[in-house]
């Protein structure tokens, strides 16, 4: 059976972030190992993954995330996407792989209608009938926003992705 993921903000290479999110890794090498690792210990190939925006600050190694990861991916994108087109251009002459990149996006999903943005929204079309997935606010209070509003970043969900039943408990 193919399952669906939710995931944001990996910030693969990026150096920074681990001090800036308090990330518990000691080196860039291993939050992109511990990522990946955690990341196919639960999407399985056929899955389908939508990752909410930041990826990769480097090419090459947001090429090799993708070389390796399981899942078919949807990508949302966020401010510190601007390497990514050329990763998904790259990673698509190595394995054929097509990978769909939008700015937000309305989906339903197994009778459940989402808005996809990499953006924290107070309002947006069709609140009332429709859940907002998100990233972008690494911030721990954020974790708590829940009803309609869920909060992908990985740094508050242990760096593992969201599957679509925890999204709509």
């Not at 990330?23 to 190939?45: G, H, T």
């Not at 107070?122 to 209070?141: A, C, M, S, Y």
């Amino acid at each position: 059976m193919k399952n669906v993921w939710f995931t944001s903000d990996f910030h693969l290479n990026h150096h920074n972030i681990i001090k800036y999110d308090n990330r518990p890794f000691s080196s860039v090498e291993e939050m992109n190992y511990v990522i990946l690792k955690n990341f196919n210990s639960k999407v399985k190939d056929k899955d389908d993954v939508y990752y909410i925006g930041d990826f990769s600050f480097s090419i090459e190694v947001g090429v090799d995330f993708l070389k390796h990861a399981n899942g078919n991916w949807t990508f949302l994108l966020g401010n510190h996407d601007q390497k990514l087109k050329r990763i998904l251009s790259q990673v698509k002459e190595e394995n054929g792989k097509n990978y769909k990149v939008h700015k937000k996006l309305f989906v339903e999903i197994n009778n459940i209608k989402f808005l996809l943005y990499h953006y924290p929204l107070e309002k947006w079309e069709e609140q009332e009938k429709r859940i907002l997935v998100f990233g972008h606010t690494h911030n721990p209070d954020m974790k708590k926003v829940g009803g309609k509003r869920k909060n992908v970043c990985i740094n508050l969900t242990n760096y593992f992705p969201v599957s679509f039943e925890k999204i709509i408990e």
